[in-house]
């Protein structure tokens, strides 16, 4: 099965900097690179993804970039605001059960 | 349209007792899950439907079974409830397509304490 790996499992980020956080997958099968946002008490939901044929995709102030060769995608988030404030998971798949990394827990500090 | 309903929302349970979550979704999808979420922890699959009539475990199916009623329902079953089975539960559903990916639905969870 896939082994996911997300790194750091925590992030600490002043108001209007930027956030990395990294996703390392094992199977090389993955295909489908989606980033789920869980803010507290609440549900997991999509934010973005990208397909394998796919190097980089935006939406406004967040982004992934994928390196199948290497087998890892990460987040971009730009200018944080309080609201990104949240766990972020990654769950690369190839079309079977989807198995989610361990997450990154955002805090944005103004 | 509902997307993933999940019932029930909370729930406190004696050890040993049993228990069904149910859950349903009304966005066609094919696939259908379980997950479940320690305090402080990431989601962890109990068991997985790709279709109507089939089941798969996951990482954690031990201490569950499932029931896929149908295209529409998914249940999970907990036969003899243990507090390590304290977590909150999350159904979800996919329709995995080649064009456009698969983005999980989640329904908003079920608070379970096993005391």
């Known amino acids: 099965g896939e082994n996911v790996e997300q790194h750091p499992s925590t992030l600490s980020v002043q108001e209007g900097d930027s956030a990395v956080i990294k996703c390392t997958y094992s199977d090389s099968a993955s295909n489908y690179f989606p980033w789920y946002k869980q803010e507290l008490g609440k549900r997991p939901q999509l934010i973005i993804d990208?397909?394998?044929?796919?190097g980089e995709k935006k939406d406004q102030r967040i982004a992934v970039t994928l390196n199948k060769t290497a087998k890892h995608f990460s987040l971009h988030i730009t200018e944080t605001q309080p609201e990104d404030s949240a766990v972020y998971f990654c769950a690369p798949t190839s079309w079977g059960k989807l198995q989610f990394g361990a997450g990154t827990q955002v805090v944005v500090t103004p | 349209n509902a997307g993933v309903t999940q019932t029930p929302k909370f729930q406190v349970l004696k050890t040993g007792q049993s228990m069904t979550l149910q859950c349903a979704q009304d966005m066609n999808h094919n696939s259908m899950y379980w997950y479940r979420q320690d305090p402080g922890m990431g989601l962890r699959l109990i068991y997985y439907?790709?279709?109507?009539?089939?089941?798969d475990k996951g990482e954690v199916p031990n201490g569950y079974n499932v029931s896929r009623l149908n295209k529409r329902e998914f249940s999970l079953r907990l036969e003899s409830a243990a507090p390590s089975q304290t977590s909150v539960y999350f159904c979800?559903?996919?329709?995995?397509?080649?064009?456009?990916?698969?983005?999980?639905?989640f329904g908003e969870g079920s608070w379970l304490t096993v005391v």
């Open positions: 979800a559903s996919s329709l995995p397509r080649q064009s456009s990916g698969n983005t999980i639905y």
């Open positions: 990208i397909r394998s044929n796919v």
């Open positions: 439907s790709a279709s109507e009539g089939t089941t």
